[in-house]
């Protein structure tokens, strides 16, 4: 912790630090840019639902002042993700942190192994771990520039577990194989950007949940909690702690690691 955090307790963990987050309006994108702006931090709220993220940066701006924005953003699309970078630069004098959270994907994206189209396979692949590649990129070369920054990756708990299909039985949901693949891709990728740029200052870690609680019926969700600890499947803001953790100065030498929150899930 730094400066004003140590004092001011937990509150201060972010005291100053601006972290755009991609897909800030989703599930756990707001939540997040709740939790950043409530320790002290910049939010900047990235997403291609820009009505959303302005919502939001509203919200934070109205009990937080100035402390959030919002920008509309496609990670797929390099000359967006450099607009974001000078935006950024011009409204906040820079950034700190990115955090690589956006979910992209196509119409057919979670249907079972045997329905998935090559074509949508690769799709998928490309908006999201590309998409993640691309900004991962852009800010890992923008923080070597800058002296330094924080890159936290939003992996899962199925970028290195097999799928649980039995938890998914009569469901009409799936653990699809594109999410496989592009979770053990951002995995890695971590471990690859961190050991690219560790002597540049930029730290690379990534963030795996479990499942997220969003209308789940509850014969699902008493299926996933025989495999959980003490909650079962849980809510955004059982995230959030991690991810202070991963963008504070309290983690300042942890880098290329991945960091677990699932409730014992996947043990
Ligand atoms: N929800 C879960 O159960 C869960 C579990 C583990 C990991 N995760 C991961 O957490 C991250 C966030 O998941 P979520 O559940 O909050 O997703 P979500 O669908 O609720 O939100 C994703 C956000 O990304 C935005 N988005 C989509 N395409 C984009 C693009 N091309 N450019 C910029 N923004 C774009 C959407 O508008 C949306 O606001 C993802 O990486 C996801 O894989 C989610």
Redesign the pocket.
Known sequence: MTGRGDSRGEKGLLDGKRVVV????????RCFCRGIVAHGGVAIV????FL?ASLLAEELNSTEEKRAAAFA????DAESVSALISFVEERFGGADALVN????RNANYGRPVEEVSYNDFCENLS?HLG?YFLTMQRFALFFKRHGGGCIVN????YGTLPPRFSVYEGTSMTMPPE?AAI?AGVLQLTRYFAQSFKKDGVRVNAL?????R?GQSESFLEAYASFCGIKGMLE?IDIVGALLFLLSDSSRFVTGQNLVVDDGFSL
């Not at 991609?22 to 994108?29: D, E, K, S």
């Not at 990235?46 to 639902?49: H, R, T, V, W």
Request: charged share 15%; glycine share 22%; hydrophobic share 30%.
């Open positions: 991609t897909g800030g309006a989703g599930l756990l994108g990235a997403d291609k639902d959303s953003l496609d990670i797929s959270n956006a979910y992209p908006l998409g939003m992996g899962s708990i999410y979770k795996s949940p479990g499942g997220i969003d955004p």
